[in-house]
């Protein structure tokens, strides 16, 4: 089983196949492969992990020494240095019968709701759905939290494929389409003397931009928000004060 979020850019899918061969002897020998991404700079809005002892002989795959939540910057900059530090990319690769064995040891909060609801499905047009009582009693969990940091059959291949998890405004001006100046834009919005810009005009007024560099400008019904590029891991300390603010926009 491949399991890739839905969300996510991959640019270089040949290599991304190359590195699927290698941990795939990895993943039937009963190993849950998870790939990190070589890191280009030292985020602080992704998870790491740190790579061990090698496990196949060409030395493309390793066993996880452990994983380590966002960390602050002057630790981020550390990890860069090391070597042995990967983004988690939350993509993982291993048998069904793998998973299952290491969910119910670890995780058996998630893995006997859910094998109640499948005992007996409501079957549909060719539709499996779980019976949802017992479905719903499933504890709320990630697959890292609740069996890739409890399992010693955790493994690691480290790849560089042009990956983006667009999770910031920054990262999905870097995947969009850009014009002459690189200006991303979308929706009716007008540019003069203005480059390295996001520009989406999304339910809300047009966008007009003169002499702005390197910034996001996001319109919707709901509110017009302006940010440079290089904050954009920071709005959702943003979003937290504008959502307080009991009446009209809060200026901090």
Wanted: aromatic residues 8%; glycine residues 6%.
């Amino acid at each position: 089983m491949l399991v890739m979020p839905s969300d996510h850019v991959i640019t270089d899918v040949e290599t991304f196949h190359r590195h699927l061969d290698h941990a795939r002897p990895v993943a039937e020998a009963g190993h849950l492969v998870t790939f990190g991404i070589k890191p280009d700079h030292p985020a602080t809005g992704y998870g790491y992990i740190e790579k061990g002892q090698p496990i196949n002989e060409g030395h493309s795959v390793f066993h996880v020494s452990k994983f380590v939540e966002k960390p602050p910057l002057a630790v981020a900059e550390q990890y860069l240095a090391d070597g042995r530090y990967d983004w988690n990319a939350g993509i993982f690769l291993f048998t069904a019968q793998s998973f299952l064995k290491e969910l119910a040891q670890h995780a058996p909060s998630v893995a006997e709701p859910v094998a109640r609801a499948m005992a007996n499905p409501i079957q549909e047009a060719g539709i499996v759905r779980p019976e949802a009582e017992h479905f719903l009693a499933c504890a709320n969990d990630s697959i890292d939290y609740a069996v890739l940091e409890k399992t010693d059959r955790a493994a690691v291949v480290a790849i560089d494929v042009g990956w983006s998890d667009v999770g910031t405004w920054d990262a999905l001006w870097a995947v969009r389409a850009r014009d002459e100046n690189e200006n991303s834009i979308q929706g009716t919005a007008v540019t003069l003397d203005s480059s390295g810009n996001l520009l989406l005009a999304a339910g809300g007024p047009p966008i007009a931009v003169l002499g702005v560099t390197d910034s996001i400008v996001i319109s919707t019904s709901d509110v017009v928000m302006v940010l440079p590029r290089d904050r954009s891991q920071d709005v959702k300390a943003l979003v937290d004060i504008f959502d307080k603010a009991a009446a009209g926009v809060k200026s901090v």
